[in-house]
């Protein structure tokens, strides 16, 4: 696609079940990202994907925070047991490679209540 | 820690003026710097990236600035028009391994009409 793609755009959730976002990068980007963006917190970095790699988790907040990226290109974000600070939205971003020019998707916006 | 700064957080002005939006950052060891747009519940529009090794980069409108020795970026936009109205973001990228980003909380601009 013309851009990086995010889905769903809107998440609703009971506290304490478990959400999966998706995020497919712009196609030959092989550096990608998720941040976190909160009213509180700004927007933070979660982790980093070269590859299928993740060469930098340091974002995750908890262990209830895991992703995965499959065939260099689509990302899975998974938030275990999910709690209200959670809610915010979830940015998805690619690169050609890793620390160049970042792109990013439209974000999906997680409700847990 | 590197820590990123945005001033003002808020700024109004009328139609056809020059503006000037500040990013202070407190690590000069920076390995680039990119400023984005953020339209109300969008994801983020890249305007400009600036290498550690570049001065400033210059798109229509836009000019941003980097001076690492003194840990500042300005983001001029001339001739502002309505629908530059948005938030803008500044973001620290501190390495050339990940190119994880370091956000400012943003300066949130009107232009009047």
């Known amino acids: 696609g013309a851009g990086v793609s995010q889905s769903p755009s809107n998440k609703v959730t009971e506290k304490g079940k478990d959400v999966e976002l998706r995020c497919d990068p712009i196609?030959?980007?092989?550096?990608l990202y998720w941040y976190r963006q909160s009213l509180g917190q700004g927007l933070e970095f979660l982790i980093y994907?070269?590859?299928?790699?993740?060469?930098?988790k340091s974002g995750l907040p908890s262990d209830r925070f895991s992703a995965e990226r499959t065939g260099g290109s689509v990302s899975t974000l998974t938030i275990q047991r999910t709690q209200q600070e959670d809610s915010a939205v979830y940015l998805c971003?690619?690169?050609?490679?890793?620390?160049?020019?970042?792109?990013f998707g439209p974000g999906t916006r997680l409700t847990v209540t | 820690k590197q820590e990123v700064t945005q001033i003002p957080a808020a700024l109004s002005v009328p139609e056809g003026e020059n503006l000037v939006l500040n990013c202070s950052f407190t690590d000069s060891a920076i390995y680039n710097l990119q400023w984005f747009r953020q339209d109300p519940g969008k994801g983020l529009t890249s305007l400009l990236l600036?290498?550690?090794?570049?001065r400033e980069q210059t798109s229509g409108r836009l000019n941003a600035s980097l001076d690492k020795s003194s840990g500042r970026s300005t983001l001029y936009i001339a001739a502002s028009q309505p629908g530059d109205s948005a938030t803008y973001l500044c973001?620290?990228?501190?390495?050339?391994?990940?190119?994880?980003?370091?956000f400012g909380q943003g300066t949130t601009l009107q232009v009047k009409p």
């Open positions: 600036i290498q550690s090794s570049q």
């Open positions: 971003a690619s690169s050609r490679q890793g620390a160049r020019e970042q792109y």
């Open positions: 994907f070269q590859g299928n790699s993740a060469p930098d």
């Open positions: 196609s030959g980007h092989t550096a």
């Open positions: 973001a620290v990228g501190g390495s050339s391994n990940t190119g994880k980003l370091i």
